[in-house]
């Protein structure tokens, strides 16, 4: 498997696996969260993702302020990452501290910029669309960041395909690059994307990166202690629910001496059109465990039975009708 893939359409390349940090300084304290960033720098994983309101409340230990501690230790660091996060949930009290106003976008850059210290972000992505705020008005606020240098690539996260369609159609009007990629939920129990989100990114494209790719430890053993405790209830649901499933497939692992987690990774990776599946291990032996997923080929007969094993919608509109 690629050591590096293009970003959509543009000549950005990240690693497939991308180092998602919601966890840091909620689960992972700031010393286990700088451990782990070096070790995923260490083996090639030069993509990180995190968001403003990725615990927001706790200050110095919000996950951008732990990040951005960790960048300050090696400028070097900097330049050897491709760094994203994000814009639109609620981050203070005001009428205006949320959603995709131009007023707010341009403020949440700047607290972004100043908690991860730095001077440009290279993945600006939309957390979710906003459905009072015209896409012109979206667009004339990220077109300014470009321009001023405080952001490179704009995407977009948690949109519906006809949400990704019209805003890039707006952009590409006002003759920007407009959206490189779309970051949504997608695992083997989590397939809706298959009908739009990916088929439109593919024709237009977009980059897209899967968060949630072990269904919050449904499709994994990882998860334990404290982290296993927090995430319980989401996990439990899932595995009640797709009691028979999650039997075959522990069964196919077993067969495949494989560990449910570097499976549904690379399930994932095989995908097409999938760029990047976004990963948040706790601690560094999650990791490590991770890892071992990117550089896993799966012959097409595993690919055919884990289609067997977990529904899949297909693509639209063959998927409802003719």
Avoid at 108 to 119: F, I, K, N, Q, V
Avoid at 130 to 140: K, M, N, Y
Wanted: charged share 25%; aromatic share 6%; with cysteine.
């Amino acid at each position: 498997m690629s050591r590096y893939r293009r970003l959509g359409r543009t000549g950005l390349r990240v690693s497939p696996l991308c180092l998602g940090t919601a966890n840091f300084g909620w689960v992972t304290d700031p010393s286990e969260a700088h451990l782990i960033l070096s070790r995923a720098l260490e083996h090639g994983i030069q993509f990180v993702d995190t968001a403003n309101s990725y615990n927001r409340n706790a200050g110095e230990n919000s996950s951008e302020s732990i990040l951005g501690r960790w960048l300050s230790e090696d400028p070097a660091r900097r330049h050897q990452i491709v760094l994203a996060t994000k814009v639109y949930s609620q981050v203070g009290d005001g009428p205006n501290d949320r959603g995709l106003s131009a007023r707010h976008i341009k403020r949440a850059c700047e607290d972004s910029l100043r908690r991860l210290g730095t001077d440009h972000i290279d993945l600006y992505q939309m957390h979710h669309v906003d459905r009072e705020t015209p896409w012109e008005e979206i667009w004339q606020a990220m077109e300014v960041l470009i321009q001023e240098g405080k952001i490179l690539y704009v995407g977009s996260s948690n949109f519906a395909a006809w949400h990704v369609a019209l805003c890039h159609q707006t952009a590409r009007q006002r003759h920007l690059l407009g959206l490189v990629s779309e970051q949504s939920s997608y695992n083997l129990t989590q397939r809706s994307v298959e009908l739009e989100v990916l088929p439109a990114c593919r024709e237009l494209g977009l980059g897209f990166l899967a968060y949630g790719p072990l269904a919050s430890g449904a499709l994994s053993s990882l998860d334990s202690g404290e982290g296993r405790r927090r995430l319980e209830p989401e996990a439990e649901a899932t595995r009640r629910r797709l009691t028979d499933s999650l039997c075959r497939y522990g069964a196919l692992c077993e067969e495949l001496g494989m560990d449910g987690a570097s499976l549904a990774l690379a399930w994932l990776l095989h995908q097409p059109g999938v760029t990047s599946a976004v990963v948040g291990p706790r601690t560094e032996q999650q990791l490590d465990a991770l890892i071992a997923a990117r550089d896993t080929e799966l012959e097409e007969n595993v690919l055919r039975r884990l289609d067997e094993i977990w529904s899949h919608p297909g693509a639209a509109p063959e998927a409802y009708a003719w």
